[in-house]
């Protein structure tokens, strides 16, 4: 046992042992400089103490919820990011990822399901088609970055609750809006007349239907869909420009009862 400033040391194998880390996990640690030795003795023996295992407390408390090296040495070094912010942040990291695994667990139950079911030949078939439209659930996930936490934790929830039958029906109550609102737009049906104000008022119950009154959730669904600078490239809205100009001022019409009869 070494003595320095009237601190205990140890070595690092000691050291290590102790800590449950390898000496090389040590070793890296020194070389990035996030954990350096509380001494060097003549002979290159690094000697470490109390401080140091605490420091090493906090960096491996940091790995374990996902942080990497660099990140951490930034946090350990006096971030302008305050820890609590950092860790809402990583938690939001962690969720995605855990959406995506729910996704692919949930296309392995329903491959399983299938597989069970067909034919030798037909095997791979039908895995490529699940894995498909696995694929482009899973290219919905940005969306859930323009949610507050709050929000997501809600919105996971009511999916969970819901039968699938609800949600089936509000899918296609929405495919049949957009196609008249299509429709409607392309027969130059005016903005203010009554038709159109008949087809905001059912867009505004669809949206009503998702929100539930919750202004956390039409919050984060305005940044959504008001947001055009950061959505995926070949990401392409489920309805037209067109269509989308028309929908906003037949929407902002009915906002301020400004129907006109006879169209």
Avoid at 32 to 37: D, V, Y
Avoid at 94 to 100: P, S
Avoid at 225 to 234: E, F, G, K, L, V
Avoid at 239 to 260: P, Q, Y
Wanted: charged share 30%.
């Amino acid at each position: 046992m070494h003595t320095h400033a009237d601190r205990p040391l140890r070595k690092i194998k000691c050291f290590a042992d102790d800590a449950g880390v390898s000496v090389r996990t040590l070793h890296l640690y020194d070389r990035l400089g996030l954990l350096k030795p509380a001494a060097v003795t003549e002979s290159g023996y690094r000697l470490y103490g109390e401080e140091e295992l605490e420091r090493l407390e906090h960096i491996l408390a940091l790995r374990f919820v996902g942080f990497n090296l660099e990140q951490i040495k930034e946090l350990l070094h006096g971030s302008n990011r305050p820890l609590s912010i950092a860790l809402r942040m990583q938690r939001d990291v962690i969720a995605r990822e855990k959406r995506r695994l729910d996704f692919a667990l949930a296309a392995i139950d329903e491959a399983e399901r299938a597989l069970a079911k067909c034919e030798v030949t037909e095997r791979w078939q039908i895995l490529r088609k699940i894995i498909e439209v696995f694929m482009m659930e899973n290219d919905w996930s940005w969306t859930q970055n323009y949610y507050s936490e709050e929000a997501r934790e809600k919105i996971d929830a009511r999916r969970r609750s819901t039968p699938k039958a609800v949600i089936e029906q509000g899918e296609r109550d929405w495919a049949a809006l957009l196609a008249d609102v299509e429709e409607a737009t392309a027969s130059g049906v005016d903005p203010s007349s009554a038709q159109a104000l008949a087809l905001a008022e059912r867009w505004r119950a669809l949206v009503a239907q998702f929100t539930q009154g919750d202004p956390e959730i039409a919050r984060g669904l305005n940044r959504l869909w008001s947001d055009t600078a950061h959505r995926p490239r070949d990401f392409k809205r489920p309805w037209s420009d067109e269509a989308d100009a028309f929908i906003k001022k037949a929407l902002n019409c009915e906002s301020s009862g400004g129907a006109v009869d006879g169209d």
